[in-house]
């Protein structure tokens, strides 16, 4: 059905959209930095689903390594990618008060210049569009940016995290001004869904009540926003907040506590 490369993909809501994709009909690329066991597992139940599916390492802190991504991907998988999910993300703490060059770098390394370049690859390779039977143009290719609800909810917290979000978002939407018809660029901006390795559960648990719902996301939640973007050909440069209205909070401020994201 589709071929696509997702970022990030040995664990959490990587793998998660990794494992819906595939039982989707995609071949799916796994892309990797150092969780290769992981990823290798992760490619054995995709192929036990009937699917392609082939882990690539790269370190996307590394320029160099960027740009071969997705035509290694392709190679693999037997054909030009149709979806690409940057979801590979640094989330550390700073503040105006503490951030560095380093920190600064590292986020928006991981959370900009990456996506930037892969995209940039990905529609040099993406088929043409095809004629619907009104004579309207259907877009093949589709890139999701796993963003933050963060850009609809400006904190000082995360400093250099939040401002490379920001420039996530405001490329998706750049982006999908450029690349269409052929392609369609959407955002995903999850907001509490899995519990960070060094979050107590009571205040893991906390961040999810404290959303208008009263409850965070799941990673099914996450799949179903990515499920709507591939069945919406008329959408593009927009943002799914899948969050529990999170974004919406007005009667407190936030935590300061590390959040959990991807």
């Not at 490619?43 to 991504?69: F, K, N, S, W, Y």
């Not at 519990?195 to 999810?208: F, G, N």
Request: glycine letters at 8%.
């Amino acid at each position: 059905m589709g071929k696509a490369l997702v970022t990030g993909a040995a664990h959490r809501l990587g793998r998660a959209m990794a494992l819906y994709l595939a039982k989707r009909g995609h071949d799916v690329a796994i892309h990797y930095a150092t969780s290769a066991q992981a990823a290798e597992d992760l490619a054995h139940e995709i192929e036990g689903m009937g699917r392609r599916a082939v882990c690539l390492r790269a370190d996307l802190l590394q320029e160099a390594a960027l740009a071969p991504l997705v035509p290694e991907a392709g190679r693999a998988l037997g054909g030009p990618l149709t979806l690409l999910v940057n979801n590979a993300s640094i989330f550390e703490e700073d503040t105006l008060a503490t951030a560095t060059l380093e920190s600064w770098d590292r986020h928006m390394m991981s959370n900009l210049r990456a996506p930037f370049v892969l995209s940039q690859a990905f529609a040099a390779q993406c088929p043409a569009p095809q004629m619907d039977a009104e004579g309207e143009p259907v877009a093949q290719g589709l890139v999701v940016n796993m963003i933050d609800q963060k850009v609809r909810k400006l904190t000082p917290q995360h400093m250099s995290y939040s401002i490379a979000k920001m420039g996530l978002w405001a490329f998706t939407r750049m982006a999908a001004q450029e690349l269409g018809p052929a392609i369609r660029v959407n955002a995903i901006g999850p907001g509490p869904t899995l519990q960070a390795a060094d979050q107590p559960r009571d205040a893991y648990l906390r961040s999810r009540e404290a959303t208008v719902l009263g409850r965070g996301a799941n990673p099914a939640d996450i799949t179903a926003a990515l499920g709507f973007f591939l069945d919406a050909p008329a959408v593009t440069g927009q943002i799914l907040c899948v969050d529990g209205g999170e974004h919406l909070i007005w009667k407190s401020a936030e935590s300061a506590g590390t959040e959990p994201r991807f």
